[in-house]
C-alpha cells in the first residue's frame, strides 16, 4: 500500500500526518507527530447494525505506551494494566467532538484505537488523538461528516500560544482545548485562572485559524488516498408508528410535563407506555416494545422542543434564566473534617472534605515524568441517585470525567503548600440527580472546604447551561435539568469565582456553534454563576479560622539549602531525634518545605521549635537551654540543639574556681548557657556563669 503524508507548521512545532504504512486493515488509520510526540489512530467500523439500540454504539479507547518514553511499567507484571485517569480523561476528549458529527440513527459499531508510540515530555498527545481519530475517519469507507481541528490554547503575559508545552502551561493562565469543524465549534475544554469571559472569547477565536489549517491537511489526505464512503443503514421510526403514539400521547404527555417531581413524571411515563405497548404491539401491527419506547422518546422529544422554541416556556415552568431552588448546608457531620450538602431542584451533592499529611499525596507516574498531587476531588454516583438498581463498581469513565471537571474548577484557588501543607481529598457523593450534578459537586465541594478550614482565595459556583436550536433560531437554558439536557443540544458547563472563570466544558449533539452564540452563552451564565455564589456565602463566606479537632496538626516552614543538612545531620542522626522526642512526623519536600504533623499539638510545636533552634544562626548574648554531651579536662562541649554544640571552658564552668570540668558537670545535664562568642569558624563559646 502507498504512504502518503502531509505536514503544516503549527505553532513551533510542525504536525504531520501519515497513512498507508501502519495499521493497514482498520478501516482507516493515521500517525500523527508533533515535535517528537507520535500517535497511532485507527477507526473500524462493523458492518452489522445493532439491532434495538437507540443510540450511536462508539466506543473511544487511548493507551499510553510507556515505551514511548523509554520506560519499563512499574510494578510485578511488567506491562500495562488498566487505564489510568489520564487515559481515561483522553479517550472521553476524543470521544465527544466526534461522536455528534456521524449520520443520525447510525447503529454500526464503531471502535476508535489512539496509542502513544513516541513521547518528547513536552507536548500533549491528547490534541494529537483528536485530530488522528478524525483524520482516520475522514479517509476512511465509515460514514463521517465533517472532520474536525483541535488545538490547545495557552496565555502568557497576555499573549495567547497555541499547544504549550507542559513547561509552558505552568506560566499560562489559561488551558484550553478547542475543537472546531467548518460549522463552528463543536467542543471546549478547559481550565483557567478567573479569567473574563471575554478572554475565553479571544481564545477561541485565536484557535480557529490553526484549526482551519487542521482540516485542510486532514482534506488534503482524503484527497489523496480516501476511500468510497459506505452506504449503512438508518436506524428509523415508521412514520405510521410515530402517527399512532402522537394520537394516542400527545394530550398526556403535555399532563405529565407538569409535573415537577422526577419520580412522578417517570412513573406517569412508564404507565403510558405499558398502555401503548398493551395497543400497539403484538402480531397485528408488528411493533414490538423497543420500537415504540424509541417511538414514544422520539415524539416527546419533539414536544419539549416545540414547546421550548414556540411557547418559550420550559417544561418544569421557568424561564429560559431562572435556577431552581438552592439550598446549602454545612458541618453536617460529627467527626469529618469538612461536609457539606448542596440541594440544587432534584440535584443533591454531599461533599466530605479529609486532611492529611504529605505520606498521603498521590503520586503520578505518567510519560512526561513523576508528579505528585496534594489536592484531589473524587466524585460518585450511586444508582440510588436516580432510583435505580444496579451494581456497585469501581469509578467509570463519566464518574472520573465529572471529578476531573470539578477538580479543575477548584484547583485555582486552593493555597499553595506554604500556606497550607496539608494533603486534601474532597469526595462527591450524588445523592439525588436531575441535572448537572457535576456543577452541584463544585459547590457543594466549595462549602465542605471552607467548612474544613482549607484557606481558598475565593468560594467556586459551577452552572450549566443548555441549548435548543432549529436553524437561526436558538434557545439559550440556564440551570438545565435532566429532561433538557436529554432532549437539548447542548451541556455546557462554567464554573468560576467572583473574579472570574476557573473551568468550561461544552459538548454538543450538534455539529457546531458559532463565537457569537458562545459569547452570548457565556454572557447569561455569567449573572447564576454570582447568584449561585451568594447562596454559598449566606451559609459559609469565608473558610473557618481552624482546623477540625480531628484532623492532623501540620505546620510548615521554608528552610535555606544549607540548613537542611543540618535538620537531617550525619546518618539522619538530628531528624530521628526529634521524630522520636516528640513523637511528630518530619518531611522535607524537594524545594525546601519541612512539613511538621501529628495528631498531637504539642508535638508539632515542640518539633517545629527544635528545627528552628537547628536553623538559626547562634547569636552573642542569647541565653539556651543545652545539655552536656562531652567532659573535657580543659572544658565541656554543650549541645544547644540536634546538631549544633559550644565549648564552655572550665572558667566558665561556675563564678567560683573549678579545677576540672567532671567535678560540677554530667553528661546529659540540662544547663542555662549563654553564647559570648563565636569565631571565624563558627565555633561558639558558651557560659553558664554569665548566663545566672
Known sequence: MKQYSVEEVIGKERLIIETGKMAKQADGAVTVRYGDTMVLVTAVMSKEIREGENFLPLTVEYQERTYAAGKIPG?????????????????????????????????????IVAMVISSDGKNDPDILAIIGASCALHISEIPFNFPVGAVRVGRINGEFIVNPAYSELDASDIDLVVVGNKDGIVMLEGSSKEVSEEV??????????????IILLENKLREACGKNKTEVVLAKIEPKLLD???????????????????????????VLVKELI?????????????????????????????????????????????????????????????????????????????????????????LEGKSYKKFMLH????????????????????????????????????????????????VSDILESNGSSSMATVCSASLSLMDAGVPIKKAVGGIAMGLIKEGSEASVLTDIAGLEDHFGDMDFKVTGTDTGITAIQMDLKISGIDIDLITRILSQAK???????????????????????????????????????????????????????????????????????????????????????????????EVYTGKFTRILNFGAFCELVPGKEGLIHVSELDSKYVKSADEVVKIGQEVKVKVIGIDEQNRINLSIKQAK
Open 200 to 213: 475565553i472569547k479571544e481564545a477561541i477565536a485565536f484557535a480557529m485559524p490553526y484549526i482551519a489549517k
Open 244 to 270: 399512532s403514539i402522537k394520537q394516542y400521547s400527545i394530550a398526556r404527555l403535555s399532563d405529565i410535563n407538569q409535573l415537577t417531581q422526577r419520580e412522578q413524571r417517570l412513573d406517569a411515563m412508564e
Open 278 to 366: 398493551k395497543n400497539l404491539s403484538g402480531p397485528e401491527s408488528g411493533y414490538d416494545e423497543a420500537e415504540i419506547r424509541n417511538g414514544l422518546d422520539a415524539v416527546e422529544k419533539e414536544e419539549v422542543r416545540k414547546r421550548i422554541l414556540q411557547s418559550k416556556k420550559r417544561i418544569d415552568g421557568r424561564s429560559f434564566t431562572d435556577i431552581r431552588e438552592i439550598t446549602c448546608e454545612v458541618g453536617i457531620f460529627p467527626r469529618t473534617h469538612g461536609s457539606s450538602l448542596f440541594t440544587r431542584g432534584q440535584t443533591q451533592s454531599l461533599a466530605v472534605t479529609t486532611l492529611g499529611t504529605s505520606a498521603d499525596e498521590q503520586t503520578i507516574d505518567a
Open 379 to 426: 466524585y460518585n454516583f450511586p444508582p440510588f441517585s436516580v432510583g435505580e438498581i444496579k451494581p456497585i463498581r469501581g469509578p467509570g469513565r463519566r464518574e472520573i470525567g465529572h471529578g476531573a471537571l470539578a477538580e479543575r474548577a477548584l484547583v485555582t484557588v486552593m493555597p499553595g503548600p506554604e500556606e497550607f501543607p496539608y494533603t486534601v481529598r474532597v
Open 527 to 621: 449573572p447564576a454563576r454570582f447568584f449561585i455564589l451568594d447562596k454559598i456565602r449566606e451559609v459559609i463566606a469565608m473558610p473557618r479560622e481552624k482546623v477540625s479537632n480531628y484532623a492532623p496538626k501540620i505546620t510548615a516552614i521554608k528552610v535555606e539549602q544549607e540548613k537542611i543538612s543540618q535538620i537531617i545531620g550525619p546518618g539522619g542522626k538530628n531528624i530521628r531525634r526529634i521524630i522520636e522526642e516528640t513523637g511528630a512526623d518530619i518531611d522535607i519536600s524537594d524545594d525546601n518545605i519541612v512539613s511538621i504533623s501529628s495528631v498531637d499539638e504539642a508535638a508539632v510545636q515542640s518539633a517545629l521549635n527544635m528545627i528552628r533552634l537547628i536553623t538559626q544562626d547562634a547569636k552573642v548574648g
Open 75 to 111: 510494578g510485578f507484571f511488567k506491562r500495562e494494566g488498566r487505564p489510568s485517569e489520564k487515559e481515561i480523561l483522553t479517550a472521553r476528549l476524543v470521544d465527544r467532538p466526534i461522536r455528534p458529527l456521524f449520520p443520525d440513527n447510525m447503529r454500526n459499531a464503531l471502535q
